[in-house]
């Protein structure tokens, strides 16, 4: 897979840049049979009404009809499952930015409808570090990811719905416009969820987005560095936060995003351990930024440290790190970004890429 020639050497700078950010941000924050493949089978997606007014549901949002892809039909789609992925990272959503890594919701609406144009569709991080990847033929997957469980990304109204503003709103809106646009997220929380301390209205915001799709994971408790703690306080972080979780009614977390992206001693502790008798085992831990990530299907995807990308322009230290320079990239080299073959029981990739993947959970690889 090819990437910037320059990119593996000075990518360990731009993380230190995006970690050093996000600490200034943080700072001013307040306390049946399945139908052959077809084009028409491909692209149905969910109706207009049920993106606007989804329904609590046991199964996966939005996702299409399964397809059973062949050789032919995913050089005709030009399926690449070994392509890569934008995960985008986001932090306070405001009506008036205070820090860099700030967006307005009219900045977040413009990206978003973007995305949707241009094809991509969202999954949550439990989806993409499993691998469960269910995507319309020929379109492309994105995660959207919400740091630090700000007011701003979501709240109750009086009508029982997203307050105005938010980013669930923003995104239950561009959803409500373009039917094959999932509206999905992940929000990764600390021990205050979306800025509440009473534990009903806590548990009645996680339910209304564990029940509308999105996915509510462990950010720890207090949003320390982790690389500055003892293993054992490591463990306490991410158990204290998790026991909450399942209080307020969301599953065992699959995936954790490290706070300013920073990584414990050993590494392996911020994936898998345990404190107090309880333990955890992520699907996935997310980093802070600076490129896309590698498909889950890639032999070198390493699930313990999974490159996320800040959403922000083409200014300063995002001139070449951030959403705004990396879509444009993706949009200029089609070749390197995932597209999905509709099928996700088996992993669709042009003949050349066949020594980059690794088949997980027994799925069936098609070389064309």
Not at 10 to 33: C, D, K, R
Not at 119 to 147: M, N, Q
Not at 301 to 329: T, V
Request: a positive charge; glycine letters at 10%; hydrophobic letters at 40%.
């Amino acid at each position: 897979m090819r990437v910037p020639g320059s990119l593996p050497r000075i990518i360990g700078i731009a993380n230190v840049v995006v970690i050093t950010v996000a600490v200034i941000g943080l700072s001013l924050l307040p306390a049946g049979p399945r139908p052959e493949a077809g084009p028409k089978a491909a692209e149905h997606g969910r109706s207009p009404a049920a993106a606007a007014s989804p329904e609590p549901s046991a199964s996966p949002v939005g996702q299409p009809p399964g397809v059973v892809a062949t050789p032919e039909f995913a050089r005709q789609v030009r399926a690449n499952e070994a392509g890569l992925v934008p995960v985008l990272m986001y932090h306070r959503i405001l009506a008036k930015r205070h820090a860099s890594l700030d967006r307005t919701p009219d900045q977040l609406r413009k990206e978003l409808v973007r995305l949707a144009e241009r094809g991509y569709v969202p999954i949550t991080a439990r989806e993409f570090a499993s691998g469960d990847i269910r995507v319309p033929a020929g379109k492309h997957p994105v995660v959207l990811t919400f740091d630090d469980g700000h007011p701003s990304h979501f709240g109750l109204g009086a009508d029982g719905g997203p307050l105005p503003g938010t980013a669930v709103a923003v995104i239950q809106e561009v959803a409500g416009r373009y039917p094959g646009f999932r509206p999905v997220a992940t929000f990764w929380v600390n021990r205050e969820p979306f800025g509440l301390r009473d534990r009903a209205a806590q548990e009645a915001a996680v339910r209304w987005l564990v029940d509308h799709g999105y996915e509510v994971a462990n950010h720890t408790w207090g949003h320390p560095n982790l690389r500055m703690l003892k293993r054992k306080k490591v463990g306490e972080q991410i158990v204290r936060i998790e026991r909450l979780l399942k209080k307020l009614g969301a599953p065992p977390s699959e995936t954790m995003a490290l706070p300013y992206g920073s990584m414990p001693r050993p590494k392996k502790a911020a994936r898998s351990g345990s404190w107090d008798g309880t333990r955890y085992d992520f699907a996935g831990v997310f980093l802070a930024g600076a490129e896309p990530s590698l498909s889950p299907y890639a032999k070198k995807f390493d699930r313990g440290a999974i490159q996320r990308i800040q959403s922000n322009g083409k200014k300063g230290e995002c001139r070449k790190w951030c959403s705004q320079y990396w879509l444009e990239w993706l949009d200029k080299h089609p070749r390197e970004r995932y597209v999905s073959d509709g099928d996700p029981e088996r992993i669709s990739i042009p003949e050349a890429l066949r020594g980059n993947i690794v088949a997980k959970r027994g799925l069936q690889v098609i070389a064309y």
